[in-house]
């Protein structure tokens, strides 16, 4: 009966393009849908009631005579007319997608036409969403009709939704934007992005961590395996599929997100950007999407500096490539100095236009717009991308690592900075990094030489430091081939260079993150009076520096608090020691406001401290930390909120960003609490309070018993204020 309905009852009462036949009569009125109610509401109001139904149950009847007596048996053996209907419906729709998937293709549209008027009939969908899987491509004027209906759509063949995607470029954003700032929000993107130890020089790792987190670093999740476990990139890889549009789209949402941020410096959440701008091209990459990525003009420096993160080094054969990939920018800039010189010699004016940066830099990325094609006829713009893969903080941190190698060899060698070549291209490549953001508002690209301050007066400044650090280094060895006891050196705060480094460290953020670095690094190899000396200079640094600037040491306070924590309980550090004072009272406790990870990190060094402090100095931290963390657990909770929120029905289909920061949503991947890789920490590892650190708060009262509502007010009422959250 089925098919005999499907052949005498085609949609439209006529022929449905599915045996190509045309009777040449006027459609027939269907009544389904909006029609049909229209058509029942009309005709019993303007007939008498009975022939009213009966001319609605003619009209509404299946038309094949050869069904009528199959139906009254049907009424005999006591079935509905709905059920025997509905029966009829899934049969025949089963014998229709059956002849769909050998149909001919110059078939398919007009069954598409004939169909498509029921796609939001949920009984009758499947019909115009098996032929729409099937056409290629589709007309836009269906997919115009399909991008409106947000249900709808998450209902559609994924290549479908591509091809919607290509065609409305704001609504792609609309629903990629939840997924990017969910790659923000993971805790293996903060994890990492916070690890400034990791391409800490292998004999380096035994020191930094003597029972504190896992020392191997290949027992580590790599790169490639934390794409593969990040849930908001592997719905980005599935949007993208292969279309070049698609991924084009996202890679501008994330250039525009980081261009037009709000903040001055740059933070976690700009930092995690730059992440997805590399990991996103990689993780296709990993899917063997060839064709869309040697596209890519940075797919190779992305490809290289993810060969170079798996060895956790910069070899000379990397290098070399790096070099290739870079030489065309630097023959250009070349190219430029020699132009520029000559107009000087004639005694001409060059006049640059800029074009001011679109909007605000508070300018939210969906309100700028779709993909603008403008950006693409901007000279060197790929400099730009080149810029966040390199921002990409792994990679930025390991090619800083690289940087101090160079310089420490220039120092053996008594040469100077700017005559190493190689020092001066990494150098290069860090500017870029730093500069880029700056390049995307000013719209002017360019691979700059190294800032002259930066080799002539930093670099110097700081092999003088690294020159210290080997006479010392010598001095310690000799007195131990003579079995004689070293005196540890006193810090001299007075030192020139220290006093020279402390005021170009506000001026630049690059000769910041350097220095940071070399400080770790000092901290590990259990140097402390260099440490003494650089925390000196950097909190001198920072108390030049404006508070908005906090957000940019996040990864320096996570890693230090580590660090301090270590030395704390190998006893290398007391509580009283000048070490505490500047990296606890003048550093970390400022630093609690960055982000969330490192307040906590900063807590647990407390805690660690807990027993050799009293009561009252205790209480003293801990009302400085709840003081400075104002901004950072408000913004926790807006962030909450955010996470809470659905997007607008997304989750239907690729979801809003809120499982993102849940570790627990992505099997962890070894980052299980903010302070260890994959370690229970306690506490805070399962903090799901508003604001982020209530949990590890709370520890202080059970760790320290003598802390009471008289000793420490701000600790109890914040606890008791926080208590319902």
Same mark, same amino acid.
């Given at each position: 009966?089925a098919s005999?309905?499907?052949?005498g009852?085609?949609?439209?009462?006529?022929?449905?393009?599915?045996?190509?036949?045309?009777?040449?009569a006027?459609?027939?009125?269907?009544?389904?849908?909006?029609v049909?109610q229209?058509?029942?509401?009309s005709?019993?109001?303007t007939?008498d009631p009975m022939?009213?139904?009966q001319?609605?149950?003619?009209?509404?009847?299946l038309?094949?005579?050869?069904?009528?007596?199959?139906?009254?048996?049907?009424?005999?053996?006591?079935?509905t007319r709905?059920?025997?209907?509905?029966h009829?419906l899934?049969?025949?729709?089963?014998?229709?997608l059956?002849?769909i998937?050998?149909?001919?293709?110059?078939r398919?549209?007009?069954?598409l036409?004939?169909?498509?008027?029921?796609?939001?009939?949920a009984d009758l969908r499947?019909?115009?969403?098996?032929?729409?899987?099937r056409l290629q491509p589709?007309p836009?004027?269906?997919l115009?009709?399909?991008?409106?209906?947000?249900?709808l759509f998450w209902?559609?063949?994924?290549?479908?939704?591509r091809?919607v995607?290509?065609?409305?470029k704001?609504?792609?954003?609309?629903?990629?934007?939840?997924?990017?700032?969910g790659?923000?929000f993971e805790? &293996?993107?903060a994890?990492?992005?916070l690890?400034? /130890?990791?391409? %800490?020089? +292998?004999?380096? $790792?035994?020191?930094? #961590?003597p029972?504190?987190r896992?020392?191997?670093k290949?027992?580590?999740?790599?790169?490639?395996?934390?794409?593969?476990?990040s849930?908001?990139?592997?719905?980005?890889?599935?949007?993208?599929?292969?279309?070049r549009?698609?991924?084009?789209?996202i890679v501008e949402l994330c250039?525009?997100?980081y261009?037009?941020?709000?903040?001055?410096y740059?933070g976690?959440?700009?930092?995690?950007?730059?992440?997805?701008?590399?990991?996103?091209l990689?993780?296709l990459?990993?899917l063997g999407?060839?064709?869309?990525?040697?596209?890519?003009?940075?797919?190779?420096? &992305?490809?290289t500096?993810?060969?170079?993160l798996? /060895?956790?080094k %910069?070899? +000379?054969?990397? $290098?070399?490539?790096? #070099?290739?990939?870079f030489?065309?920018?630097e023959?250009a800039?070349?190219?430029?100095?020699?132009?520029?010189?000559?107009a000087?010699?004639?005694?001409g004016?060059r006049?640059?236009?800029?074009v001011?940066?679109?909007?605000?830099?508070?300018?939210?990325?969906?309100?700028?717009?779709?993909?603008?094609?403008?950006l693409?006829?901007?000279?060197?713009?790929e400099?730009a991308?080149?810029?966040?893969?390199?921002?990409?903080?792994?990679?930025f941190?390991?090619?800083?690592?690289h940087?101090?190698?160079?310089?420490?060899?220039?120092?053996?060698e008594?040469m100077?900075?700017k005559?190493?070549r190689?020092?001066?291209f990494?150098?290069?490549?860090?500017q870029?990094?730093v500069?880029?953001?700056?390049?995307m508002r000013?719209?002017?690209y360019?691979?700059a030489e190294?800032?002259?301050?930066?080799?002539?007066?930093?670099y110097?400044?700081l092999?003088a430091?690294?020159?210290?650090?080997?006479?010392?280094?010598?001095?310690?060895?000799?007195?131990?081939e003579?079995e004689?006891a070293?005196?540890?050196?006193?810090p001299?705060y007075?030192?020139?260079?220290?006093?020279?480094l402390?005021?170009?460290?506000?001026?630049?953020?690059?000769?910041?993150?350097?220095?940071?670095?070399?400080?770790?690094e000092?901290?590990?190899?259990?140097?402390?009076?260099?440490?003494?000396?650089?925390?000196?200079a950097?909190?001198?640094?920072?108390e030049a520096?404006s508070d908005k600037?906090?957000?940019?040491?996040?990864?320096?306070g996570?890693?230090?608090?580590?660090?301090?924590?270590?030395?704390?309980?190998?006893g290398k550090?007391?509580?009283?020691?000048?070490?505490?004072?500047?990296?606890?009272?003048?550093?970390l406790?400022?630093?609690?406001?960055s982000?969330?990870q490192t307040?906590?990190?900063?807590?647990?060094?407390?805690?660690?401290a807990?027993?050799?402090?009293?009561a009252m100095?205790?209480?003293?931290?801990l009302?400085r930390?709840?003081?400075?963390?104002?901004?950072?657990?408000k913004?926790?909770?807006?962030?909450?909120l955010?996470e809470?929120?659905?997007?607008d029905?997304l989750?239907?289909g690729?979801?809003?960003?809120?499982?993102?920061a849940?570790?627990?949503?992505?099997?962890?991947?070894?980052?299980?609490?903010?302070?260890?890789?994959g370690?229970?920490?306690?506490?805070a590892a399962a903090?799901?309070s508003?604001d982020?650190v209530?949990?590890?708060?709370a520890?202080f009262?059970?760790?320290k018993?003598?802390?009471?509502p008289?000793?420490?007010?701000k600790?109890?009422?914040?606890?008791?204020?926080?208590?319902?959250g």
């Open positions: 009966m005999q309905a499907l052949s009852a085609a949609p439209g009462g006529g022929d449905s393009g599915v045996h190509g036949g045309d009777s040449g006027p459609a027939a009125l269907v009544l389904v849908g909006n049909g229209e058509y029942v509401q005709t019993l109001t007939m022939s009213a139904i001319d609605i149950q003619s009209r509404g009847a038309q094949d005579p050869r069904c009528q007596p199959l139906v009254g048996l049907l009424d005999q053996l006591g079935l709905a059920e025997t209907h509905r009829v899934q049969a025949a729709t089963r014998e229709l059956a002849r998937d050998g149909m001919q293709s110059d398919l549209l007009p069954l036409e004939a169909s498509f008027p029921y796609i939001g009939i499947a019909v115009p969403l098996a032929v729409l899987s589709v836009a004027s269906f115009k009709q399909l991008a409106t209906d947000k249900d209902d559609l063949p994924v290549g479908v939704q091809q995607w290509e065609l409305d704001k609504l792609l954003q609309a629903h990629a934007l939840p997924l990017v700032v790659y923000t805790m &293996a993107t994890m990492r992005g690890d400034m /130890d990791e391409s %800490l020089p +292998q004999e380096l $790792l035994q020191a930094a #961590a029972g504190g896992p020392l191997s290949v027992a580590q999740p790599g790169r490639k395996m934390l794409r593969s476990g849930a908001a990139l592997q719905r980005l890889t599935r949007m993208v599929g292969k279309s549009q698609i991924y084009k789209g250039i525009l997100r261009r037009d941020s709000d903040s001055l740059v976690m959440a700009e930092a995690a950007l730059c992440a997805l701008r590399s990991q996103l990689m993780a990459h990993d999407e060839t064709e869309l990525c040697t596209k890519e003009s940075c797919h190779k420096l &992305a490809w500096l993810d060969a170079c798996k /060895d956790r %910069l070899d +000379q054969r990397r $290098l070399r490539e790096l #070099a290739n990939i030489q065309p920018y023959a800039e070349a190219r430029l100095r020699s132009a520029t010189a000559r000087s010699h004639r005694g004016m006049i640059t236009i800029r001011p940066s679109r909007g605000g830099v508070d300018e939210d990325a969906e309100s700028a717009g779709a993909p603008g094609a403008s693409a006829e901007e000279p060197q713009r400099l991308d080149m810029g966040m893969v390199l921002r990409d903080p792994s990679t941190h390991m090619i800083i690592h940087v101090l190698r160079r310089l420490e060899a220039a120092t053996e008594e100077l900075p005559d190493d190689e020092l001066v990494t150098t290069r490549l860090l870029l990094a500069g880029c953001r700056a390049m000013e719209r002017r360019h691979f190294v800032n002259p301050e930066l080799l002539t007066t930093f110097p400044t092999s430091i690294m020159l210290d650090v080997m006479l010392r280094q010598a001095e310690a060895e000799e007195a131990a003579g004689e070293l005196a540890p050196s006193e001299d007075e030192d020139a260079n220290i006093q020279q402390a005021l170009l460290l506000p001026k630049d953020e690059l000769m910041r993150k350097i220095t940071q670095v070399y400080l770790l000092r901290l590990a190899a259990g140097d402390l009076t260099t440490g003494k000396l650089l925390l000196h950097v909190a001198r640094a920072m520096m600037s906090i957000p940019e040491f996040a990864a320096f996570f890693t230090l608090a580590l660090r301090m924590q270590n030395l704390l309980k190998g550090c007391g509580v009283k020691d000048g070490l505490w004072q500047l990296a606890v009272d003048q550093v406790v400022k630093l609690v406001d982000v969330t307040h906590e990190e900063v807590l647990r060094l407390l805690l660690a807990a027993p050799k402090l009293d100095e205790l209480s003293n931290y009302t930390t709840l003081n400075n963390s104002k901004k950072s657990r913004r926790f909770k807006k962030r909450k955010f809470s929120y659905d997007a029905g989750a239907g690729y979801g809003s960003a809120g499982g993102y849940s570790a627990s949503d992505y099997g962890d991947g070894g980052y299980s609490s903010a302070g260890g890789y370690m229970p920490r306690g506490g903090d799901t508003a982020g209530r949990a590890t708060y520890l009262a059970k760790a018993l003598e802390l009471n008289a000793i420490a007010p600790l109890f009422e914040y606890l008791g204020e926080t208590a319902a």
